[in-house]
């Protein structure tokens, strides 16, 4: 017996519908993900040192920007907090000076890898970013003097979530007072995140 035309069409309809709306919450779903796999891809992308990669996910003019505010505004902190003692002063007003160099340092994968296990700049002079665990950084070469960050603590808790509709953060709470802070990643269209910022102060 041959079904209607009409009879067919009906019976394909709701099929087409789950068919769609299944569609519809996959993409939303994976919209939703969007910033918790950027934030994955950029770790393993710097902590294996693959510039090409950590470039797609980092937006280095702002995070230099975002870095000389921060390190500048807590170093100028730890002046107001140590105007007492002058040799604190003297170290902190050195400190403002090698800003610059500080910036160039953790604006590179070794330093977005460092911002990501939970070594953020302390703003000592001559600091460079601390290797990753899965890295193996290994031991200074002789004769080297510059400041390694130093390594996450036991017990070093973060947490990720959205700020805002375009805002997505990565906040590390170590136990420290002033050492919590967080990574910033700002949306970019509907599925690409980069980070942009960081916060010293959280």
Known sequence: MTIPKRTQGSATRPLLITLIVVIVIAALGFIYASP???????????????????????????????????????LTRRLEADAGNKMATIGAVIGVTLIGPLVDAYATPDGVAALLNGMPPRGTPGEQPSAPPAAGGGAPAAGDTTTQASAPPPGRQSTAGYRSLNEFVVTYRRGEGNANYSAIFRREGLVTWKLAAINLNE
């Open 36 to 74: 918790y796999l950027a934030v994955n891809n950029l770790k393993r992308a710097a902590d294996a040192r693959d510039a090409q990669t950590v470039n797609q996910y980092v937006d280095f003019p702002a995070l230099r920007d975002s870095l000389k505010q921060q390190v500048g505004a807590m």
